[in-house]
Nanobody, 121 residues
Framework: QVQLEESGGGLVQAGGSLRLSCAAS????????MGWYRQAPGKQREWVAS???????TYADSVKGRFTISRDSAKNTVSLQMNSLKPEDTAVYYC???????????????WGQGTLVTVAA
């Protein structure tokens, strides 16, 4: 019913920047919180940043001051601007959203398929 599609991953040198984007599609009435998670090789998935429907943002300490999350509620998109990238930021980045879907009662979340970010030292 709802799909998320990420884009913007790739290879970048340490200190560089990348911008990830995520577009939601389907029978969406609105979207509550949207966010980004990441999973590095051999590690568990971890939360990176979130943004509420009202635009309030929160960040993991590891990315605070370097990453910026934003959204366009009219287009059902969320972006993650990543600056001053470090090799430890290398991971598959996943978009997450809590949509309100026509005809569906209750809270649920959907995930994108992930986009790989590789930061070379």
């Amino acid at each position: 019913q709802v799909q998320l599609e990420e884009s913007g991953g790739g290879l970048v040198q340490a200190g560089g920047s990348l911008r990830l984007s995520c577009a939601a599609s389907g029978s969406i009435v609105s979207i509550n919180a949207m966010g980004w998670y990441r999973q590095a090789p051999g590690k568990q998935r971890e939360w990176v940043a979130s943004i509420t429907s009202g635009g309030s943002t929160t960040y993991a300490d590891s990315v605070k001051g370097r990453f910026t999350i934003s959204r366009d509620s009219a287009k059902n998109t969320v972006s993650l601007q990543m600056n001053s990238l470090k090799p430890e930021d290398t991971a598959v980045y996943y978009c997450n959203a809590a949509p309100v879907v026509a005809g569906v009662v209750g809270y649920f979340e959907v995930w994108g398929q992930g986009t790989l970010v590789t930061v070379a030292a």
